[in-house]
């Protein structure tokens, strides 16, 4: 079977429900989780049925049991699912799993379970079909109208950081039909910044994160003083040469602290525009996720269904929890990284911080070439984030394998994609855990696919 038979199959399961039918979606809260639910709810709405959608911070199997065993008459799960493939099967309920995490079960059909994992198909999940991706080439499946929704799906990628080098695989295919279609514009290469002041907007950058001024409203102001850029001047309102200098400073900014390459050519490039969004889809997908990530999963997956009116609102909620996530970057920017043989770690009090913090690390701290872990207690759990670069992976590092392997080491679950992953373990003696993790990756750990 391959992909488009498998969501052929997966359009007709939904057809065949009664209309009176109530779909119980589950995704994952971040950019890509969320803009994953959308997608299906649109969707199925359009369908006529009735849906319900749940985002789930760190999924875990009781957590999926408990939903599971809520009164819905079928269930979809975005951008996670995989990893508990057995466990939604033995529901015996009619369930679509649509993944791009690496799958544990290679099975496509399992019981009552369809399982579209883009790994499966021979599509890379880390760069080539994020969650979103797979809900959009659904949407599209069920109706061929639904190509509206693509920018939806690309900002979910984006979410994703597969847009660094540019789209490839599926996530191209939707980027020119969305360019096709007229459904986005492509705008002249710009920095990453919002609508208000520029050194409002630097002092809240967290990606691109800038050592030395973000969080530093001082320094830019004093910078913004050496470039002859007025402090109250918008990004859109500054000309050319101004532009340019501001440019040249924040880039060599980067370069000084050995930024991934990768991200460095993504600082200045063209941005995605679409009518049904106010600002370009980097910035609405970093807000969507810092509201989120903020615990206010409700507020952020609402403002794609009436961004006009909730525009406000969640860039309030972004900026909040920006500040307050620039604050912990700034300590570890001034006491620096924990580091052992083969990786660079720190300590955090909320593992969605953790989550959150070790991408923009990787990105933009020296990390001496090696991984980074972010680990958080929380009760009788410890939660695990890492995140590594892209040469990394294509020599061999499999993060997503690595997570499992601890998981079975010290109990709980974990896994991800082979650039990202996480895990929750049973509380164990931390140096333990990171001298587990140091010497399985100094011996050349690949996992498995």
Same mark, same amino acid.
């Given at each position: 079977?391959?992909?488009?038979?498998?969501?052929?199959?997966?359009?007709?399961?939904?057809?065949?429900?009664?209309?009176?039918?109530?779909?119980?979606?589950?995704?994952?809260?971040?950019?890509?989780?969320?803009?994953?639910?959308?997608?299906?709810?649109?969707?199925?709405? =359009? @369908?006529? #049925? $009735?849906?319900?959608?749940?985002?789930?911070?760190?999924?875990?199997?009781?957590?999926?049991?408990? /939903? &599971? !065993?809520?009164?819905?008459?079928?269930?979809?799960?975005?951008?996670?699912?995989?990893?508990?493939?057995?466990?939604?099967?033995?529901?015996?309920?009619?369930?679509?799993?649509?993944?791009?995490?690496?799958?544990?079960?290679?099975?496509?059909?399992?019981?009552?379970?369809?399982?579209?994992?883009?790994?499966?198909?021979?599509?890379?999940?880390?760069?080539?079909?994020?969650?979103?991706?797979?809900?959009?080439?659904?949407?599209?499946?069920?109706?061929?109208?639904?190509?509206?929704?693509?920018?939806?799906?690309?900002?979910?990628?984006?979410?994703?950081?597969?847009?660094?080098?540019?789209?490839?695989?599926?996530? =191209? @295919?939707? #980027? $020119?039909?969305?360019?096709?279609?007229?459904?986005?514009?492509?705008?002249?290469?710009?920095?990453? /910044? &919002? !609508?208000?002041?520029?050194?409002?907007?630097?002092?809240?950058?967290?990606?691109?994160?800038?050592?030395?001024?973000?969080?530093?409203?001082?320094?830019?102001?004093?910078?913004?003083?050496?470039?002859?850029?007025?402090?109250?001047?918008?990004?859109?309102?500054?000309?050319?040469?101004?532009?340019?200098?501001?440019?040249?400073?924040?880039?060599?900014?980067?370069?000084?602290?050995?930024?991934?390459?990768?991200?460095?050519?993504?600082?200045?490039?063209?941005?995605?525009?679409?009518?049904?969004?106010?600002?370009?889809?980097?910035?609405?997908?970093?807000?969507?996720?810092?509201?989120?990530?903020?615990?206010?999963?409700?507020?952020?997956?609402?403002?794609?269904?009436?961004?006009?009116?909730?525009?406000?609102?969640?860039?309030?909620?972004?900026?909040?929890?920006?500040?307050?996530?620039?604050?912990?970057?700034?300590?570890?920017?001034?006491?620096?990284?924990?580091?052992?043989?083969?990786?660079?770690?720190?300590?955090?009090?909320?593992?969605?911080?953790?989550?959150?913090?070790?991408?923009?690390?990787?990105?933009?701290?020296?990390?001496?070439?090696?991984?980074?872990?972010?680990?958080?207690?929380?009760?009788?759990?410890?939660?695990?984030?890492?995140?590594?670069?892209?040469?990394?992976?294509?020599?061999?590092?499999?993060?997503?394998?690595?997570?499992?392997?601890?998981?079975?080491?010290?109990?709980?679950?974990?896994?991800?994609?082979?650039?990202?992953?996480?895990?929750?373990?049973?509380?164990?003696?931390?140096?333990?855990?990171?001298?587990?993790?140091?010497?399985?990756?100094?011996?050349?750990?690949?996992?498995?696919?």
């Amino acid at each position: 079977m391959d992909l488009r038979d498998c969501l052929r199959r997966c359009s007709e399961k939904i057809k065949s429900l009664p209309k009176t039918s109530r779909i119980r979606i589950i995704s994952h809260y971040d950019t890509d989780g969320i803009c994953s639910a959308y997608i299906l709810a649109k969707a199925i709405e =359009r @369908e006529g #049925f $009735d849906f319900h959608i749940t985002l789930l911070e760190h999924p875990v199997k009781e957590e999926i049991e408990r /939903l &599971g !065993d809520e009164d819905s008459d079928a269930m979809i799960l975005s951008d996670l699912g995989s990893s508990f493939i057995d466990t939604i099967s033995k529901m015996g309920r009619d369930s679509i799993i649509l993944d791009h995490h690496q799958p544990e079960d290679r099975d496509v059909i399992k019981g009552s379970v369809i399982q579209v994992n883009s790994n499966l198909f021979g599509i890379d999940g880390d760069i080539d079909a994020s969650g979103s991706s797979l809900c959009y080439l659904l949407a599209k499946e069920m109706n061929k109208e639904n190509i509206d929704l693509s920018p939806f799906a690309l900002m979910g990628a984006i979410g994703d950081k597969q847009s660094l080098g540019g789209f490839s695989g599926v996530n =191209r @295919e939707i #980027f $020119d039909e969305a360019r096709r279609e007229e459904f986005i514009k492509i705008s002249r290469p710009s920095l990453k /910044l &919002g !609508d208000g002041p520029i050194i409002q907007e630097i002092n809240l950058s967290v990606d691109p994160f800038y050592p030395g001024l973000s969080g530093r409203e001082e320094e830019i102001g004093k910078l913004l003083d050496r470039l002859s850029i007025r402090e109250d001047a918008r990004y859109s309102e500054i000309g050319g040469e101004e532009k340019k200098r501001l440019h040249s400073f924040l880039m060599l900014t980067l370069l000084r602290n050995n930024i991934d390459p990768l991200v460095a050519n993504n600082i200045i490039k063209e941005r995605i525009l679409t009518e049904k969004l106010p600002l370009n889809l980097d910035v609405i997908s970093e807000m969507i996720d810092a509201c989120s990530k903020s615990n206010d999963h409700g507020l952020a997956l609402s403002f794609l269904f009436n961004p006009e009116d909730l525009y406000e609102r969640i860039k309030r909620r972004s900026e909040a929890y920006k500040i307050r996530i620039i604050e912990k970057l700034r300590e570890i920017e001034d006491r620096g990284l924990k580091e052992t043989r083969n990786i660079v770690y720190f300590t955090c009090d909320k593992a969605s911080d953790g989550s959150y913090m070790s991408g923009i690390v990787s990105s933009y701290f020296d990390c001496k070439n090696k991984p980074v872990f972010s680990f958080s207690k929380d009760r009788n759990k410890i939660h695990v984030s890492c995140r590594a670069r892209r040469k990394m992976v294509e020599r061999g590092l499999n993060l997503g394998g690595l997570m499992r392997s601890i998981a079975q080491r010290f109990g709980g679950s974990g896994g991800g994609h082979k650039i990202a992953a996480g895990a929750t373990l049973e509380e164990t003696d931390l140096d333990e855990i990171v001298r587990y993790i140091d010497d399985i990756i100094g011996k050349g750990y690949e996992g498995k696919v």
